[in-house]
């Protein structure tokens, strides 16, 4: 079921809208049969990480939520009349930030771009499910 979507208004703030999901959004969490997040974004929020990481990982097990990335990397031309955030990661340095939170709030990492999928949590499990298969196939 799909409760609600989250927008920063052109920013990352993404502590703002996290907490407007859980404290607004999910009061009458016994209403719903799924507690789960999905964060489709294209950069790194404005917060530090670690203060991220430790408020989704206290809000998720008070409301037996997950919390799931999806980061799309865009190859951008950087320009003067871009408007540059108020804390810059490269699409690596995002990764790693959006899989310290991910794993905090017990959900799934996705990290894909115009030029495919460069990390996916169910696709790895799926690989490593197929690759047991296969090896107990062949004993």
Not at 50 to 62: E, L, N, P
Request: hydrophobic share 40%.
């Amino acid at each position: 079921r799909w409760v609600l979507s989250l927008q920063c208004k052109g920013s990352r703030n993404f502590m703002s809208a996290l907490r407007r999901a859980v404290e607004v959004d999910f009061k009458d969490k016994d209403k719903h049969k799924s507690q789960g997040l999905y964060l489709l974004t294209t950069g790194i929020p404005d917060q530090e990480t670690h203060t991220i990481s430790a408020y989704v990982a206290g809000v998720c097990r008070g409301f037996d939520l997950q919390l799931h990335v999806c980061l799309f990397s865009v190859m951008e031309d950087v320009d003067s009349n871009v408007i540059i955030p108020a804390r810059y990661a490269n699409p690596a340095e995002t990764a790693i930030a959006f899989k310290e939170i991910v794993q905090a709030a017990n959900g799934r990492f996705h990290w894909f771009g115009e030029a495919g999928i460069f990390e996916s949590d169910d696709i790895t499990v799926i690989v490593s499910e197929m690759e047991k298969a296969n090896n107990y196939s062949q004993k």
